[in-house]
Each structure stands twice: as structure tokens, then as C-alpha cells.
């Protein structure tokens, strides 16, 4: 045992456990929450006390009984996603299909202090807008102001027609891109956010002193922020929950799409490839040569966000 | 043995003395620290709301995640940054003008690191888990996040700032003068003044998410605007003291003519690299220009105007410039009213920089191209008020301290005696 460790270890037992359940007035915090360790420095029996009391916590704040894993990533494996851009019809099915299956915070009605977090934004933008310059803009031309295609600063976000898709109008569906060089890592003051052996960004909601310098650092504005407590009505949890994943976050912490962690370590899809209705979305092992997302990489017109950044998204947008 | 044991009861009484001192004046001085404490009781009432509903009281939300308290912080950092302005000339250049406003600087500096670290405590949503950041008992992500480095720099020079003025202050109030040793600390505070305003401007200047602030120029603008904004406020505050105070008489027209000149040379160096920075963004007009013409013009989406900081970024222009004309013109500088208008027009206009104007352009559009614009709460007010009385407060009972004893008004009873 490392002395650090030792050190740590006589103080919670001797000085700490008497006063374990005593809570912090205000934060309202437990004693022995506020000791917990970070997730990566704790043993797997540390782990199975920690995961006890959460999922009884979880049961006196909300009343559900939920299972908490700590499944840790597979060997030879490093997650892909891939998105057909041509395919995506804007239904935003797969959004709401995220906050249900990751226990996002909805915005309550009668709560006007909750805040509605969703993983996913889609873009909308238009594939050709044209507005022809007058003689007065002295542009030479009258061709005036083009837009096509991906400028992000054109795109509309609260899109509301009738009925999706819109003719001229293409969709950008735009969620965590789950680096393989993460600035939102690199920035972290407390190592609360790390990058997982299958390539996955997560965060330690215990950990995490919600001061969203990630936030500020992610060029894919991925990251959402609990402003407040979450809010979700008590039937609509999932009780399938991960550490890492989508047990239900705290005030003041940040959170981001794990590409469904609680889901994938157990050989299932993510809940996005499963809601899209259109089989845009595709998912898989980056390090399989026979994969499907390396055939898309291999045979499609594959583009990524902002590759110039040098940050290397794991998630590739592509067309037929 | 016997010499520890004196030099511990001298300290001791020191430190009753000093309170004594802190706790005694006329009736105009228990206004002005009752008011103080006033706001400092409000901000904290605030600050408890704020814990027990979370930032939601914030007008801050995902788009724009960093905002009045951020930008109080940044601006703060600077204030004490330009301690050094004051320490640098004394000691190095043996400059005997400063000798006796040296304090006044280096208790600016742990007045405004108080200011500056307490709006991170408000900004921070788990304050109750600071701990995970420090060395030994937390997991610091040190030497990769710039804001380990900044926890840490900006402690040690808190910690310079207590020391150097408190030691030399017991030593004069037991009659003695100081040890060689302090000057190790002094000559250290110097680069370590340089360094926190430029490790505050790393922490936004090394984000390639945001192009408005992922430029080389940023601490180099950040220290510019530290060195004009913090001698402003510098002799804003000598000029009180030596309008209401016993103290008047230490403080030289010559120390204050000087400081005005600092002050005056940092504005032109800020603008300088204000226009090199305008330039290169507005004639290269890529698409990375979009931050800051939402700061200094607006931006339009779908038909609807966005341009909540144009008057800000407008006004911080205009006060900044007008400081200079008042400045230059040396009968405005040295006619004490119009210095002070020209010193209130340069903090409030860098205040306006360096805080909002800096902080929030970065989050806006957000980098998928959302325009979102964010207005301080009621409650952001508040506990930034409470933030910067508790400043004030801090700075007001160590000056008259500093002062009473500097002057000769208070001595050990045994002082140069043994």
C-alpha cells in the first residue's frame, strides 16, 4: 500500500466513519460522499461500497431501484460512429431517443429552476441559399451572398416545420466526437474526464468540480452543464445504468454522450443507431478491419468536423 | 529557546495590536466598513441561495458557460498583477518615491486575489470538492490544465503578498529592521506578478474551440491592460487617502506623477495591441471574425438582431481613449479631479475589457455555429458585490494597520530597547 494510500484509508476510518452520513448544510452533502475517491483510484471493493450507495441514494432522491454497473471497456476495442449526412431526414427521433435511454434532465413543468439537457443537436442547414447582390453593394457581380453546405454560423438550430425533411434542406446531427485527442481532457483541472481504453470520453459525476473549463474547450459544444438538479418524472428512468454512463448526474457537474457506455460494454447498440429511422447512424469497432464502420471509412466519402483542430473525432460524417 | 519564545510573544502581540488597530477609528471610518460589511452579508445571502439551487440563479447556461464572474475574476488578476509596478521600481531601481505607498500595492495585490479567487468559488458548480484540484490528497492534472497552474500561482502570490508587507510591518512595529532574507521573497515577487496575469490569459489563449481567444497576443494584451488598469486604481485610492486620512503627507505629488505616466504608457501599449488584434482579424475577415464583430457590432440571424455587449465594447473604447487625452495633457494629469476622472475612465474601461467583453464574445456564436447572448442575473450582481466588498474590506482594515504602524503610531512598548 502506497503511504498516500494508508494515510487516506486510517483517516476514513478512524476520523470519518462516525461522522459518515453527517451531510454538509446547504451543498447537502453526505460526509461520506464528500470522501469518495476518484473512480479510477478505487479498488473493486472500494467500487462495490460506492455503487451500494449510490444506487441507495438514487432510491431516497427518486425512488426507483437502479442497477449501476462498472463494466470496463473490452480489449481490442476502440469505438467508431458514422453518420450518413445524405440520409438524415432532421426527425431529431434519435435526441429524444438519448435523453430516454441516458436520463437527461427534462424541463419540468411546474419547475421553472430545471433545465432540459439534451445530448444531441441537430443543424439545420441549407444546401443552397442564394441572395443576389444589388448594384448598390458594388460586389462586381450579382451573385451576391452564397450559403451551401457546413457553415456551422449559418445553421438553423430550432428548426420547426411541419414536416421533415424540408426540400433544400440538409441535416447535421452533431453529439460528442469522442476524440482521440480530447482538448476537454487536457483542460481538466482534476482529471475528472478521461479518455477510456475503447476511446470513450467520461466523466466522474463525483468527481467533477463543475468549473466547465471543458465546456469552453470543446469545439463541438458536446458538453451540457447541470445548472440545476435534473429533473426526471420517477417512471421514465432507466434503471440500467453505468458509473461512466447515465446514472442519474448532480447539480453542478457536467455531463456528455458516452456513446451509451451502459450499452455498448454489454454488446448492444447505442440508443441513437437504434431510434434513427432512416439507418443513418452506424456504430462500431474501429480496430475490426471487417467492421462496418471501417467499410464506410474505406469506401465512402468520409469527412470529419473541424479536422484542422488536430483533435481527431471518432465520429465521421459521411455521404453515398 | 528563550529568543523563540520572545519572538513568538512579540508576534502575538503584533497580531493584537494590529487588530486593535483595524477595529479603532472615527465615526466616518465605521460607515465605510459597516457598509462593506453590509454588502459582504448580502452577497453571502446570495451566495447560499445560489448553493442550495445551483447556478440556474446565474444568467449563465450552456451556450455561454463562463460569464460576470469569470470576467471579474480575469479582471481582478490584473489588479494584482500590477502590485509589481510599485515593488519593481522601489527595489529595483531604488526609486524612494515609492517607499511609502509599497504597501499600497502589495495589499491591492491580496485584495484583489481575494476578490479574484472568491468569484471562482462562485463560479465552481461543487465547491465542496475544491479539494480534487489540490497536490497529495486531490488528482491535479498538472503540468496539462492551465488552471492547476493558476490555482497554484495565484496562492503563492497571495502568500508573497501576506508575507513581504507583514514582515516588514512586525519588524518595524518591534523596532527593528528587516532581515536580508525578505528581499530573496521580494525579488521573487516580481517575475511570479508576471506570471499569474499570464497564466490567467493561458487559460483562455490555449483553446483552439474559441479563435477569439486562441491568439498568442492574449497575454501579452492582458498584461498591457493589468499595468494601465492597476496603477488607475492605485492612485484613485492614494488620492482618497490623501484626501481623508492622517496619511497624507507620505504620499508625493512626484509618486503619483509617476504612476500616472505608468498608467498612461500601458493604455497606449493596450491600444496598440487592440488595433493589431482589430486588424488581423478585420482585414483577414475569416470566418473566425465572427466573435468579435458580435462584440463591437452586432450579429443578425434569420432576421433578428443580436448585440447585447455593442454598447459595452463601445463605451470601454471611449473611456479608454478619453483616459488617454486626459493623461497626455500634462495640466489634466497633474490636476488631481481630472487625473481621477481620467484613472475611474481607465479601470471601468478595462473592467468592461478585460471582463466581459473578454470572456463572453468567446462563447458567442458557440463553436456549432448557435447565437446565444447571456445578461448577468440579479443574483450574479449581488454575489459579485459581496465579492468585492469583502475586497475593499479586506484592503481597508490591513492599510490602516500598515498605515498607523508605518507612520510611527504604534509601537511595541519594548521597541528598541533590547
Redesign the interface.
Known amino acids: 500500500m502506497k503511504r498516500r494510500d494508508f494515510i487516506k484509508k486510517v483517516v476514513m476510518t478512524s476520523a470519518i466513519a462516525p461522522v459518515a452520513s453527517l451531510r454538509i448544510p446547504f451543498v447537502n452533502v453526505s460526509i461520506e460522499e464528500l470522501t469518495q475517491k476518484h473512480f479510477k483510484e478505487m479498488s473493486e471493493e472500494e467500487k462495490k461500497a460506492v455503487i451500494e450507495r449510490l444506487e441507495r441514494e438514487y432510491k431516497e432522491r427518486y425512488g426507483v431501484d437502479v442497477n449501476i454497473k462498472t463494466t470496463p471497456a473490452k480489449e481490442g476495442v476502440v469505438w467508431g460512429y458514422a453518420l450518413n449526412i445524405k440520409r438524415c431526414i432532421g426527425c431529431r427521433r434519435c435526441v429524444y431517443a438519448c435523453v430516454k435511454e441516458n436520463n437527461q434532465s427534462r424541463a419540468s413543468p411546474d419547475d421553472p429552476t430545471s433545465n432540459e439537457i439534451h445530448w444531441i443537436r441537430v443543424l439545420e442547414v441549407a444546401q443552397e441559399k442564394l441572395e443576389p447582390g444589388t448594384e448598390e453593394q458594388g460586389i462586381g457581380t450579382k451573385f451576391g451572398d452564397v450559403v451551401a453546405g457546413v457553415v456551422l454560423e449559418e445553421s438553423e438550430h430550432y428548426y420547426d416545420p411541419e414536416k421533415v425533411p424540408e426540400d433544400g434542406k440538409m441535416y447535421i446531427p452533431i453529439q460528442c466526437q469522442q476524440c482521440e485527442k480530447p482538448p476537454c481532457v487536457k483542460v481538466c483541472p482534476t482529471r475528472a474526464t478521461w479518455k477510456e481504453p475503447d476511446g470513450i470520453i467520461v466523466v466522474d459525476y463525483n468527481w467533477c468540480i463543475g468549473c466547465r473549463y471543458c465546456m469552453a474547450a470543446c469545439p463541438y459544444w458536446a458538453r451540457r452543464f447541470n445548472w440545476s438538479w435534473p429533473y426526471i418524472p420517477k417512471e421514465e428512468i432507466n434503471p440500467n445504468q453505468h458509473y461512466l454512463g447515465n446514472r442519474i448526474r448532480y447539480r453542478g457537474v457536467v455531463e456528455k454522450c458516452t456513446f451509451c457506455i451502459q450499452r455498448t460494454r454489454e454488446g448492444r447498440y447505442p440508443a441513437c443507431v437504434e431510434a434513427c429511422p432512416v439507418g443513418a447512424r452506424k456504430f462500431g469497432n474501429l480496430l475490426d478491419p471487417n467492421s462496418e464502420i471501417r467499410k464506410i471509412i474505406r469506401e465512402k466519402r468520409v469527412f470529419r468536423l473541424k479536422e484542422e483542430l488536430g483533435t481527431e473525432p471518432k465520429f465521421f460524417y459521411f455521404m453515398d | 529557546m528563550k529568543n523563540i519564545l520572545r519572538e513568538i510573544r512579540y508576534f502575538l502581540d503584533f497580531v493584537f495590536a494590529s487588530i486593535k488597530i483595524a477595529l479603532t477609528g472615527d465615526r466616518r471610518y465605521y460607515v465605510w466598513l459597516a457598509s462593506l460589511v453590509m454588502l459582504v452579508v448580502l452577497g453571502t445571502y446570495a451566495y ?1 441561495y445560489q ?8 444568467g ?4 455561454v ?2 460569464g460576470l464572474y469569470i470576467s471579474n475574476f480575469t479582471f481582478f488578476v490584473g489588479v494584482a498583477a500590477s502590485a509589481v509596478l510599485i515593488v519593481a521600481p522601489l527595489y529595483l531601481y531604488n526609486y524612494r518615491e515609492f517607499e511609502y505607498i509599497v504597501t499600497f500595492g502589495e495589499f491591492l495585490a491580496v485584495a484583489a486575489l481575494i476578490i479574484a479567487l472568491t468569484n471562482v468559488l462562485a ?8 479539494w ?2 489540490f497536490p ?1 490528497i ?4 498538472w503540468p ?5 497552474w493558476d ?1 497554484l500561482v495565484l496562492n503563492g502570490y497571495l502568500f508573497l503578498n501576506l508575507l513581504i508587507p507583514g514582515y516588514k510591518l512586525y519588524k518595524k512595529y518591534i523596532g527593528l529592521e528587516p532581515s536580508n532574507w525578505i528581499k530573496f521573497f521580494i525579488f521573487l515577487s516580481i517575475p511570479w506578478a508576471i506570471s499569474i496575469h499570464t497564466v490567467t490569459a493561458f ?1 483562455y489563449a ?5 479563435p477569439y481567444w486562441n491568439t498568442a497576443l492574449m497575454a501579452p494584451r492582458f498584461i498591457a491592460s493589468a499595468f494601465t488598469s492597476g496603477p488607475a486604481i492605485m492612485i484613485l485610492v492614494l488620492l482618497v487617502i490623501r484626501k481623508y486620512t492622517f496619511y497624507r503627507k507620505y504620499i508625493s505629488e512626484k509618486a503619483i506623477e509617476t504612476l500616472a505616466q505608468i498608467t498612461l504608457i500601458a493604455m497606449l501599449v493596450n491600444l496598440f495591441l487592440l488595433l493589431s488584434e482589430l486588424y488581423t482579424v478585420f482585414y483577414s475577415a475569416t ?1 473566425h471574425q ?1 466573435s468579435l464583430k458580435y462584440l463591437f457590432f452586432g450579429l443578425e440571424h ?1 432576421g433578428k438582431v443580436y448585440a447585447a455587449l455593442k454598447p459595452i465594447a463601445w463605451l470601454s473604447l471611449f473611456m479608454q481613449i478619453t483616459s488617454v487625452a486626459l493623461l497626455l495633457y500634462p495640466k489634466t494629469r497633474r490636476n488631481f479631479k481630472t487625473l481621477a476622472a481620467a484613472c475611474s475612465l481607465n479601470a471601468i474601461g478595462i473592467w468592461l475589457e478585460k471582463g466581459m467583453g473578454l470572456v463572453v464574445p ?2 458567442v ?6 447565437i446565444w447572448e447571456y445578461m448577468p442575473s440579479f443574483m450574479e450582481w449581488v454575489i459579485v458585490a459581496g465579492t468585492v466588498a469583502w475586497g475593499f474590506l479586506v484592503y481597508t482594515l490591513m492599510l490602516k494597520v500598515a498605515k498607523t504602524i508605518e507612520a510611527g503610531l504604534a509601537r511595541h512598548p519594548k521597541a528598541g530597547k533590547e
Not at chain 2, 51 to 58: D, N, P, Q, W
Not at chain 2, 144 to 148: C, K, P
Open positions: 447560499i448553493l442550495m439551487h445551483g447556478l440556474i440563479v446565474t449563465m447556461r450552456d451556450q458557460s463562463w463560479d465552481v458548480g461543487r465547491v465542496e470538492r475544491l480534487h484540484m497529495l486531490g488528482t491535479p492534472n496539462d490544465s492551465m488552471l492547476v490555482v487559460i490555449g483553446l483552439s474551440a474559441r470566418i465572427v434569420n468567446g462563447f456564436p458557440t463553436p456549432i455555429g448557435e
